[in-house]
């Protein structure tokens, strides 16, 4: 799959003219500079496999013949620096191959919630990157979580959502599974197989990671990754500001809503890691006409080394008052407050790289699954405390559907925004020459005595956008999984400490 | 003396063109026209449709009451939809949409004369053409109570059952 039409970066209607060391992305058409772009054109490509230094040892490749973009190129496109991005990450196919290798192929990727699958032989199907995955209870109480896929000719071995079973079963040839995915029966194995097929190597494709975070279950695919809690680092603070409240933390309402954007991915990521900004214009519909609006001041911003960011709120704006669930919550703040502090009152988004997000306060968990580098599927979790009473519980699930999902008056516009920019790159050709700005809150992060990480005091601002691509470029172009330094979190995370 | 087909028939055909008028008035962007047609008790409810396994289908569609839905507005909610399709800022349906909301197999399943209401069962198919080459196509099933008002009806309640597991479209900012 040579791309005979491979994009060059060629931005010359749209940017000032850069640096002389950034030839790369200034490509002229004669002389030296021809040739050079012809070295960036061949750059681009590189034939996974046949390079000797594209090894992958850690961690499982693609297979085959993949064209893989080349770091350098990737590089070019992602100037973190210069607060500039070319959409063609959005939308690239080799790209998107990639991705699916060295960023979902090894990070720590949301399962489930302890509460959706509370007994032994509850299952929940979800995916990791593009593939099916089945996460199941196991009779221990611990959780495994393995590849939807059978052993002997890759069929579903679960079609169900969500149940309880004590097996999974192929209906393509009759091979079945305990819970644990160890294969546990296969039709006429003496009489086909002689009996010398090995049960004990033909189980389900184990997901190499399994671990949680108060009640938050994630999986990775890469057994050599840092653990789940050194990957979220400080985002940690905020979460727990927001899962423990109360005694007894969340649980996921019944029912994850999903639907279909046809958008790259990384549009919604970016947006939850900190884009507070496109609410006063986007929702200017439903969220200004439903609570009071709110200001750059009133909030403020932080981005992570990790990747991580998130943009809150001080206080709560209620959309609905005096409701059960705003009776629940002026109940509970005092009780909240003495646990997490003024965290309790936060109104807050956040992506933990690359595909988690949340918002604390409108009680939702999202996931966003890649289906091709222009389509992705949202899933939706809702939140409530576990321990709150049936009719706050109600209330939250209301205000839920009529805020957020498909069919939310806040959600709707979202939708409209992420499908025309999905459409603009799927036709355009000079649209993908552009770079997209991510400039705001360029300044110093200040930091702050009490809410860590690159603490900028603006509601509004891109400091998260650019950690998450910072971070992504970084998996992007590694051939290891890219540790970080407790130094280089550190210079990031606690500016001026 | 009036038969008793003779009542089912002019029943139907009151049914009928009350469901094809209210579906009118959303192809025409006549949302606030459209609101009048619901009862103040009125539930309006899209629950999620789900893939089970076979042995809990139909067990337990709602175990706790809490399952979370497309759409669970009450009279207030549904208003306010409304309020901000008018609102002249609500991007995801400004400009509008094109809609065609085609009704069919409409049949009454009960009538509770003492109430003035009946159950009844439509399907749809609902085309949104948007903006310019952007096209969705939601098939569904509809159960709604319509009460009785003077020659006419309202609709008390209305459960919309859309056939896709995962909704395959950018979003549902159109009324069903």
Do not use: I, K, N, W
């Given at each position: 799959m040579l791309m005979a039409g491979a994009p060059l970066p060629d931005t010359r209607a749209i940017l000032p003219r850069p640096a002389a060391s950034d030839d790369r992305s200034w490509p002229a058409l004669t002389g030296q500079k021809a040739i050079d772009r012809f070295k960036i054109y061949c750059s681009y490509m590189t034939i996974q496999g046949e390079a000797p230094d594209q090894g992958r040892p850690n961690h499982s490749c693609s297979g085959g013949r993949t064209v893989v973009p080349s770091s350098d190129y990737l590089k070019s496109l992602v100037d973190i620096e210069a607060g500039r991005i070319s959409p063609e990450i959005f939308i690239d196919e080799d790209i998107y191959r990639l991705e699916l290798d060295r960023v979902f192929g090894r990070n720590w990727l949301f399962l489930a919630h302890d509460s959706m699958i509370p007994k032994p032989g509850d299952f929940f199907s979800t995916y990791m990157g593009g593939d099916p995955v089945v996460v199941a209870r196991q009779p221990d109480g611990s959780v495994r979580a393995f590849l939807n896929a059978c052993r002997h000719r890759g069929m579903r071995v679960c079609r169900a959502e969500s149940g309880n079973t004590k097996s999974f079963f192929c209906t393509y040839h009759g091979w079945a599974y305990d819970t644990a995915g160890n294969l546990i029966n296969v039709p006429n194995l003496s009489d086909a197989y002689k009996d010398r097929l090995s049960l004990k190597d033909n189980g389900l494709i184990p997901v190499a990671r399994i671990e949680s975070y108060k009640g938050l279950i994630f999986g990775n695919f890469d057994a050599t990754a840092p653990s789940l809690e050194e990957h979220l680092g400080d985002l940690k603070y905020y979460i727990d500001g927001w899962v423990d409240q109360v005694d007894g933390g969340i649980e996921v309402l019944p029912g994850v809503v999903r639907w279909t954007i046809n958008a790259n991915w990384k549009l919604a990521a970016e947006q939850f890691a900190g884009d507070t900004y496109h609410a006063p214009t986007?929702?200017?519909?439903?969220l200004l006409s439903f609570g009071p609006p709110f200001e750059g001041k009133d909030g403020a911003h932080v981005a992570f080394r990790e990747g991580h960011g998130e943009s809150f709120l001080f206080k709560r704006h209620t959309r609905f008052s005096e409701d059960p669930l705003s009776l629940y919550n002026d109940a509970k703040l005092e009780a909240a407050k003495a646990r997490v502090g003024d965290r309790a009152e936060f109104v807050a988004n956040f992506t933990a790289f690359p595909a988690f997000s949340g918002l604390p306060g409108s009680s939702n968990i999202r996931v966003w699954h890649p289906k091709g580098p222009n389509k992705f599927e949202i899933w939706s979790f809702t939140v409530v405390d576990k321990n709150a009473p049936p009719e706050a519980k109600k209330a939250m699930q209301v205000s839920a559907s009529f805020t957020e999902g498909p069919a939310g008056v806040v959600e709707t516009d979202d939708g409209e925004n992420w499908g025309l920019i999905g459409a603009i790159l799927e036709q355009g050709h000079q649209a993908r020459k552009m770079r997209w700005n991510?400039?705001?809150?360029?300044y110093p992060a200040t930091g702050h005595e009490e809410f860590p990480g690159a603490y900028r005091d603006s509601f509004f601002g891109e400091a998260g956008h650019r950690a998450f691509y910072r971070r992504w470029l970084e998996f992007m172009t590694s051939e290891e999984w890219p540790v970080l330094t407790q130094e280089e979190r550190d210079a990031f995370n606690k500016p001026g400490a | 003396m009036v038969s008793q087909i003779d009542k089912q028939i002019e029943r139907q055909f009151r049914v009928e063109q009350f469901l094809y008028r209210e579906a009118d008035l959303l192809d025409s962007w006549e949302w606030g026209k459209w609101f009048e047609?619901?009862?103040?008790?009125v539930r309006y409810w899209m629950p999620l449709r789900r893939n089970l396994q076979r042995r809990e289908?139909?067990?337990?569609?709602?175990?706790?009451?809490l399952e979370m839905a497309l759409v669970d507005d009450d009279h207030t909610q549904l208003k306010m939809r409304v309020q901000q399709m008018s609102s002249g800022r609500h991007w995801a349906e400004d400009p509008p949409s094109r809609c065609r909301h085609l009704i069919s197999n409409?049949?009454?399943?009960?009538?509770d004369e003492a109430k003035q209401e009946l159950v009844v069962r439509s399907n749809f198919i609902v085309y949104r053409n948007r903006l310019e080459r952007e096209v969705d196509i939601w098939a569904g099933n509809r159960e709604d109570t319509l009460r009785r008002q003077g020659d006419s009806f309202r609709i008390a309640s209305r459960t919309i059952l859309l056939d896709q597991n995962v909704v395959l479209s950018k979003n549902l900012s159109v009324f069903f």
């Open positions: 986007s929702h200017a519909s439903s991510y400039q705001m809150g360029d | 047609l619901f009862t103040e008790d289908r139909g067990t337990g569609q709602l175990p706790t009451g409409v049949v009454v399943v009960e009538e």
